[in-house]
């Protein structure tokens, strides 16, 4: 069946780094956009990063620009988040999302959804 599954989340400090794996199976990756996703205590679910079908497009919150880094291995169906310079405000529940459109940053596109990976930042 159709799943993601990530991995990597945990308890670092803050300006420490981090990085995020989601293992796609049951689609053909490839044919997908990407995205990560998270949401904090008390707050509505925001859109981090997204990545088109092939890789050649990149799509970034402004917060997280210069600091994160969303990357794909079409070959391995598998999906990461590099994130350095974490920040307490960075502490949320990560999901990466699958979209059958080659390319949207509209979050209703994203009909997959992984479980989701604890980061919390401490300061």
């Known amino acids: 069946q159709v799943q993601l599954v990530e991995s990597g989340g945990g308890l670092v400090q803050a300006g420490h780094s981090l990085r995020l794996s989601c293992a796609a199976s049951g689609f053909t990756y490839s044919d997908y956009c990407m995205g990560w996703f998270r949401q904090a205590p008390g707050k509505e679910r925001e859109f981090v990063a997204i990545?088109?079908?092939?890789?050649?497009?990149?799509y970034y919150k402004d917060s997280v620009k210069g600091r994160f880094t969303i990357s794909r291995d079409n070959a391995a169906n598998t999906l990461y988040l590099q994130m350095s310079s974490l920040r307490p405000d960075d502490t949320a529940v990560y999901y990466c999302a699958a979209s059958p459109r080659l390319y949207t940053t509209d979050e209703a596109d994203f009909r997959t959804w992984g479980q989701g990976t604890q980061v919390t930042v401490s300061s």
């Open positions: 990545i088109s079908a092939r890789g050649g497009t990149i």
